[in-house]
Nanobody, 126 residues
Framework: QLQLVESGGGLVQPGGSLRLSCAAS????????IGWFRQAPGKDREGVSF????????FYADSVKGRFAISRDSAKKTVYLQMNSLKPEDTAVYYC???????????????????WGQGTQVTVSS
């Protein structure tokens, strides 16, 4: 059974920080490309940040560039999304997703991922 579980969400003031975790079980995480997506009520799901297998390359959406950082701890089978300088428009349910990958590259389309977590709520409000 292959599973991804997000954690670390919560309520934070504008300008604050949160670190989201995506813990994997049942497979070797380093062999997978990982994506972080978010979805606000009434809006489409959007890609936030992506990392290739073996951590060769990363990508950030313009809206979060310079504020968010994606990283992987292969030994702990966990991918992190560090979120700094949070804004109210960052409020959403955040999901992590994974797809097996032999040749490292970024995967930005949600329909290319075949493993998904259940999501964690992030609310940025004063």
């Amino acid at each position: 059974q292959l599973q991804l579980v997000e954690s670390g969400g919560g309520l934070v003031q504008p300008g604050g920080s949160l670190r989201l975790s995506c813990a994997a079980s049942g497979f070797t995480l380093d062999n997978y490309a990982i994506g972080w997506f978010r979805q606000a009520p009434g809006k489409d799901r959007e890609g936030v940040s992506f990392i290739s297998s073996s951590d060769v390359t990363t990508f950030y959406a313009d809206s979060v560039k310079g504020r968010f950082a994606i990283s992987r701890d292969s030994a702990k089978k966990t991918v992190y999304l560090q979120m700094n300088s949070l804004k109210p428009e960052d409020t959403a349910v955040y999901y992590c997703a994974a797809v097996i990958q032999v040749r490292p590259k970024l995967v930005s389309r949600d329909n290319e991922y075949n493993y998904w977590g259940q999501g964690t709520q992030v609310t940025v409000s004063s």
